[in-house]
T-cell receptor, first 113, second 114 residues
Framework: GENVEQHPSTLSVQEGDSAVIKCTYS??????FPWYKQELGKGPQLIID?????GEKKDQRIAVTLNKTAKHFSLHITETQPEDSAVYFC????????????FGQGTELSVKP | GAVVSQHPSWVICKSGTSVKIECRSL??????MFWYRQFPKQSLMLMAT?????????EQGVEKDKFLINHASLTLSTLTVTSAHPEDSSFYIC??????????FGQGTRLTVV
């Protein structure tokens, strides 16, 4: 089955700096790669996603890149702000599995003012 | 985005009792419902998948007789933790999905068994 590895487990940056979180996946049939932000005591919130027919997607300060050959995808947050502090999860799924998501281990991002 | 309502947000129960968690999709029809469990400082682990009107499919290691899932309608699914024990204390999250979009997530339920 699919396995998703996420690094780093913790990341501390200064406000205004960029943050990059990386994930690798094992199943080459996976075709959907979302990123979630989870604040303490809350459910995950989708922040950006990418499908396997696209190499990059950007939404304001957030971007995701996908390298299908290497089977890895990354989240880039620019101009970080203290409110970006949260736990971020990557995930992967394949439509033949009915949308079941396999999550990475999570990255705790801390943005210091 | 879609509106998902999960209740209760937190619950404390005595060991040996049962707890029911509700998940409602308020503005779309959830043909599929995923239930996840998350222990502190850990990732989300899929417990089971259910399709409306069908029996749930449980992931390996998840006891189907302990975690009862009902998905009788397209807008409501419930997870009942039966004979709860302290090791069942966790954060439970529902994730409804319709046929056209990706899954959404509920706010989560913090279960503490004492």
């Amino acid at each position: 089955g699919e396995n998703v590895e996420q690094h780093p487990s913790t990341l501390s940056v200064q406000e205004g700096d960029s943050a990059v979180i990386k994930c690798t996946y094992s199943d080459s049939a996976s075709n959907y790669f979302p990123w979630y932000k989870q604040e303490l005591g809350k459910g995950p919130q989708l922040i950006i996603d990418i499908r396997s027919n696209v190499g990059e997607k950007k939404d304001q300060r957030i971007a995701v890149t996908l390298n299908k050959t290497a089977k890895h995808f990354s989240l880039h947050i620019t101009e970080t702000q203290p409110e970006d502090s949260a736990v971020y999860f990557c995930a992967a799924s394949h439509y033949n599995q009915g949308g079941k998501l396999i999550f990475g281990q999570g990255t705790e991002l801390s943005v210091k003012p | 985005g879609a509106v998902v309502s999960q209740h209760p947000s937190w619950v404390i129960c005595k060991s040996g009792t049962s707890v029911k968690i509700e998940c409602r999709s308020l503005d779309f029809q959830a043909t599929t419902m995923f239930w996840y469990r998350q222990f502190p400082k850990q990732s989300l682990m899929l417990m089971a998948t259910s399709n409306e009107g069908s029996k749930a499919t449980y992931e390996q290691g998840v006891e189907k007789d302990k975690f009862l899932i009902n998905h009788a309608s397209l807008t409501l699914s419930t997870l009942t933790v039966t004979s709860a024990h302290p090791e069942d204390s966790s954060f439970y999250i529902c994730s409804p999905k319709d046929s056209y979009t990706e899954a959404f997530f509920g706010q989560g339920t913090r279960l503490t068994v004492v």
